[in-house]
């Protein structure tokens, strides 16, 4: 893993992930940091978004959905998103016992190492489902 140093553009990426408490994709963290810092470009905040990511700083989370892009978490423990088939919002999901899946008990007569996982469940939002109520 290379060596980033910190900056300050770096942190102001970092708290405007913080700020958007949720699971904002690289355009929604550039729309929080441009209304406070104008001057910060979006290949800066996007940039920044990849460093905090590949030092463990925020979660990538990658969706096969065609409705969600690339977001970015604040939590970095085992948990489980769902991702809205209609309007392609993210959460955060329980899944009892999730936490103590002991990775080492993963294992494969080829070989394989297994380091971490990620589940992501595909469903209906709250807000989703009232609507189609209403």
Do not use: W
């Not at 920044?48 to 990538?60: D, F, I």
């Not at 955060?92 to 993963?106: A, C, F, Y």
């Amino acid at each position: 893993m290379a060596v980033h140093r910190n900056t300050m553009q770096k942190e102001i990426t970092y708290d405007a992930v913080a700020e958007y408490m949720g699971h904002p994709n690289a355009e929604e963290v550039y729309e929080i940091v441009n209304k406070k810092y104008p001057t910060i470009s979006k290949a800066t905040v996007y940039r920044n978004l990849k460093t905090l990511a590949e030092e463990g700083k925020l979660r990538r989370i990658e969706s096969h959905s065609k409705l969600t892009e690339t977001r970015y978490d604040l939590t970095l423990s085992i948990h489980s998103h769902g991702v809205c088939a209609k309007c392609g919002k993210i959460v955060d999901v329980d899944v009892l016992g999730e936490e103590n899946i002991e990775v080492s008990s993963i294992s494969r007569e080829d070989g394989f190492e297994l380091l971490s996982h990620e589940i992501i469940f595909e469903g209906i939002c709250k807000e989703c489902r009232a609507n189609k109520e209403n």
